[in-house]
């Protein structure tokens, strides 16, 4: 099982809606992220935060608003997506910035579908 | 674009076979990390290789770095079905992890 949990795991929503997707870790880890994966594609880095604060925001359309409200705790606040958004959203955590790197836990992700 | 290109794009072998994936990239990096994604899963870490280091091992993996190629390898060895998966390479150019990852190779281990 994975220490970072997402939910929900799958999500059906229309052009019209408002949903978050949420994200939870209790490692201790001080960096959090939002990564993107389409259907047989490598995942495509969207938002990462460092110590709760936003430090890379990857040119990602408004429509997709993350939110830090705590260490432990990562959301992405969804609105007036498109059908093209349709994808795997993972969410990932690592150990603080260091220089030397550390390597990324994910989430299983939220499979979202805009119909 | 620093994205990683791996080949083959697909591997087919059989259970007890070796397998090994190629990754080439195109700029300075600070470490390379290989990832397994088991279908609609998340992704699970390997091995993470720093740019001074030539080779790594881990059970049945070995990974390899060559920065002057720009390339690295993850070899599997003894290969079981359930390493049946796509595995990814993901460059990481400063350190702080903020990684790029390659198109990956889907891994089908046959009993």
């Known amino acids: 099982d994975t220490e970072v949990t997402q939910t929900p795991k799958h999500l059906v929503m229309g052009m019209t809606n408002k949903k978050s997707l949420k994200c939870e870790q209790h490692?201790?880890?001080?960096?959090m992220y939002w990564y993107k994966q389409k259907a047989k594609k490598p995942p495509e880095l969207m938002f990462v935060?460092?110590?709760?604060?936003?430090?890379i925001n990857e040119s990602v359309p408004s429509r997709f608003s993350p939110e830090c409200p705590n260490s432990s705790l990562l959301n992405l606040h969804l609105h007036a997506l498109q059908p093209e958004d349709s994808a795997l959203y993972l969410c990932?955590?690592?150990?603080?910035?260091?220089?030397?790197?550390?390597?990324?836990?994910f989430g299983n992700g939220t499979r979202l579908t805009v119909t | 674009s620093q994205q990683g290109e791996e080949d083959p794009q697909a591997l087919s072998i059989q259970e007890g076979e070796n397998a090994t994936m190629n990754c080439s990239y195109k700029t300075s990096i600070n470490n390379l990390q290989w990832y397994r994604q088991n279908s609609g899963r998340g992704l699970v870490h390997l091995i993470l290789?720093?740019?001074?280091?030539r080779e790594k091992h881990s059970g049945r993996l070995r990974v390899t770095l060559d920065t002057s190629k720009k390339s690295s390898s993850l070899l599997i060895t003894a290969s079981r079905a359930a390493d049946t998966a796509s595995y990814f390479c993901a460059t990481d150019r400063s350190g702080y992890s903020t990684l790029t990852f390659g198109k990956g190779t889907m891994l089908l281990v046959s009993p």
């Open positions: 290789i720093r740019s001074n280091e």
């Open positions: 490692m201790g880890h001080r960096a």
């Open positions: 990932a955590s690592s150990q603080p910035s260091s220089r030397v790197g550390s390597p990324l836990h």
């Open positions: 935060y460092s110590y709760e604060k936003l430090s």
